[in-house]
């Protein structure tokens, strides 16, 4: 089966900090790769692709290293509503799809 | 639609019923995908449909479990005889296409209760 791995967290930040998690995966067929956000009780949102030459939206900055398979996200200036569940995403090169890691947990403190 | 819509968005069984579970996904989207998620847990894949055609249905959790997709549309999931253990919030995604370049849209799901 192929996996998606991440630390479940919970992450504790202060606000304004900066912070960065990563996932790893396993499938090295994989070719798209994405970070999802999933508030409490809430469905997951698409927060942003992630590309091989890394890329930017914002405060949040995602990068690929297809070498050593793990892909991550860096927050800067975290913010109170940043709090959730951060989900990483790769495709699964199959009929299943995306492959979901089971989520990090952020919590921005005051 | 706008979105993908679900329904109901909670639903209470008891143990032994059956539930149907509708899945409308966002217009021209031909794939479709089912997940669950248990309190506490990642998404559990359950089925993917390209059209009306269900290529992967290896996730479902046993022959309880059954989908099916009419005109490239609607999707219904339906649990037969419900336990406990099938509690869970079960969404629903959308693409464009198979090939998850863009991602999915999820659904808010429904929160199914068996007590």
């Known amino acids: 089966r192929k996996e998606v791995e991440q630390d479940p967290g919970p992450f504790n930040v202060p606000e304004g900090a900066t912070v960065a998690f990563n996932c790893t995966y396993s499938n090295s067929a994989s070719q798209s790769f994405f970070w999802y956000r999933q508030d409490c009780r809430k469905e997951p949102k698409l927060l942003m692709s992630v590309y091989s030459s890394g890329n930017e939206d914002g405060r949040f900055t995602a990068q690929l290293n297809r070498a050593s398979q793990y892909i991550s996200l860096l927050i800067r200036d975290s913010k109170l509503s940043d709090s959730a569940t951060y989900l990483c995403?790769?495709?699964?090169?199959?009929?299943?799809?995306?492959?979901f890691g089971k989520g990090t947990h952020l919590i921005i403190q005051p | 639609g706008a979105g993908v819509s679900q329904s109901p968005s909670n639903k209470v069984t008891e143990k032994g019923k059956d539930v149907e579970l509708r899945c409308d996904p966002i217009?021209?989207?031909?794939?479709l995908y089912w997940y669950r998620q248990s309190l506490g847990q990642g998404l559990e894949f359950l089925i993917y449909?390209?059209?009306?055609?269900?290529?992967?249905k290896s996730g479902l959790p046993s022959d309880r479990f059954s989908a099916e997709r009419t005109g490239g549309s609607v999707s219904t999931l339906t649990i037969q005889r419900t336990q406990q253990e099938d509690s869970a919030v079960y969404l629903c995604?959308?693409?464009?296409?198979?090939?998850?370049?863009?991602?999915?849209?999820f659904g808010s799901g429904t929160r199914l209760t068996v007590v």
């Open positions: 995604a959308s693409s464009l296409e198979a090939g998850q370049a863009r991602g999915y849209t």
């Open positions: 449909f390209q059209g009306n055609s269900a290529p992967d």
């Open positions: 217009s021209g989207h031909t794939a």
């Open positions: 995403v790769a495709s699964g090169g199959g009929a299943d799809g995306l492959t």
